[in-house]
């Protein structure tokens, strides 16, 4: 048993450590012009570059002129939280990734749960927009999670991955090589209530095995970042399971030393 069971866990170790963490901020709608350059210039100034993991922040469209300005040079990865999946056309108020690529936008968060329960995004959509970013050389960052009611009745997996299921059909298992999945439970979102490492552990395990069963390369290679209440206090615990390659972090994200904190954590 004993040589098995290390075996098990050097072969876990491995795979964790062969894909890098990722940490990603997500500012939400929130930080002035001032308060916006603050923050980034503090985040460019002090984060270590590392081999291990990569530290992105996703600001509000708005700031992506200045941003990229302050970070030339620097490794720090900036990402949009949202995209339009057309190119360009009559949508007033929209933003597309065509536009983005001047920006050095590399990553776009695609269905977050907040713009899927507050701003119609459904799975359709969702699948639209994750087409649009990859059209645009821009890595889709898909999030999906399931509210409290769906843990209780025990829906959680089946739900994930209906989410999922519907982006794979849209645009095929191969295009998971130029995305990264997001796993933010909705009930842990803003709450201060994380899942704990066991819970987001278990449903990185059966997420990772679901596309597996379609196709083990692209399975083995996924980034799965976990999100929901992330902080300094709880990022190692749950940045050292198996399956979890990074976070998707909200409310920690603008308080820079919490956030490099967590980045540190990522090793
Ligand atoms: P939170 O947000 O860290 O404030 O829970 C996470 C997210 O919405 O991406």
Request: proline share 2%; hydrophobic share 40%.
């Amino acid at each position: 048993m004993r040589p098995f069971a290390h075996g098990t866990n050097r072969l876990l170790f491995l795979m964790n450590h062969s894909r890098k963490q990722l940490i990603v901020g997500n500012w939400k709608m929130n930080c002035s012009r001032s308060e916006a350059i603050r923050l980034a210039s503090h985040i460019i100034a002090t984060f270590n570059p590392s081999i291990n993991s990569e530290i992105m922040i996703c600001v509000p469209n708005i700031h992506f002129a200045d941003i990229s300005r302050l970070k030339t040079n620097s490794t720090l990865l900036l990402g949009a939280q949202n995209i339009h999946w057309h190119d360009d056309g009559a949508f007033t108020g929209e933003l597309s990734a065509k536009m983005l690529a001047d920006y050095q936008i590399s990553y776009t968060l695609v269905g977050h749960s907040e713009r899927r329960q507050m701003f119609d995004e459904n799975n359709q959509k969702v699948a639209l927009k994750f087409e649009a970013a990859l059209r645009n050389d821009m890595t889709p960052i898909l999030c999906i999670g399931e509210t409290l009611e769906q843990r209780e009745k025990g829906e959680t997996i089946s739900f994930l991955i209906s989410q999922c299921e519907a982006v794979v059909n849209k645009v095929g298992i191969k295009a998971f090589a130029n995305a990264c999945l997001a796993y933010e439970p909705i009930w842990a979102v803003g709450t201060g209530q994380t899942a704990t490492p066991e819970q987001a552990q278990q449903v990185h395990h059966a997420l990772r095995a679901w596309f597996a069963e379609q196709d083990k390369q692209i399975a083995e290679k996924l980034q799965i970042l976990y999100g929901g209440s992330m902080n300094a206090g709880n990022a190692k615990n749950l940045l050292a399971q198996a399956d979890i390659d990074g976070g998707l972090i909200g409310g920690a994200s603008l308080v820079a030393d919490d956030f490099l904190n967590i980045y540190s954590a990522a090793g």
